[in-house]
């Protein structure tokens, strides 16, 4: 069982990280998604860009009682933890214009009336072009939303997930999208933990639901 305390990511070699104050022009904005967003956006954008940011973890440490569970049965979807060793790979999308506040309109109620984020402003390194980095914000659970869970066992995190859906479809789904997304990144992109919950839910598949209902899950 790994310990939650350090990420082993592994990151493209780059200068020491750095997390410059911002001021977002309006009329232009990018918006780094790193959950649900990478596959799953549903606001228009102008360009998207798959990249990282640097000095995050990807944890699974978010309730959710509304996209991917209930108030019974709370899902786990991903937050970012701060980590000066982390990389967290995603896709930041650029919105433009009359985009912005609609975009910003519309996250505000998925992302953050519904799920609990908070907005911080991150550094965005697109995958093709690392040397010219990007200021994005991104949708950050801290520990002090009513939602949030924390750190777990990745098995005990993995049962949770299979056990749980929502609104917007089972848990299950959400980690299996995002662990597509990650093999697409390329060798490159690594997520140990992501990767240990889906190994913990390939042992433990066959044994919640019949062979048929496993394979239309996965």
Known sequence: MKQESTAQNSQPALPPAQFPRVDVDPQALWIFGYGSLVWRPDFAYSDSRVGFVRGYSRRFWQGDTFHRGSDKMPGRV???????EGCTWGVAYQVQGEQVSEALKYLNVR??????????????YPQDTPDQPLKALAYVATPQNPGYLGPAPEEAIATQILACSGFSGHNLEYLLRLADFMQLCGPQAQDEHLTAIVDAVGTMLPCFCPTKQALALV
């Open 78 to 84: 991903v937050t970012l933890l701060e980590d000066h």
């Open 111 to 124: 992302e953050a009336v519904l799920g609990g984020y908070d907005t911080k402003e991150v550094t965005f």
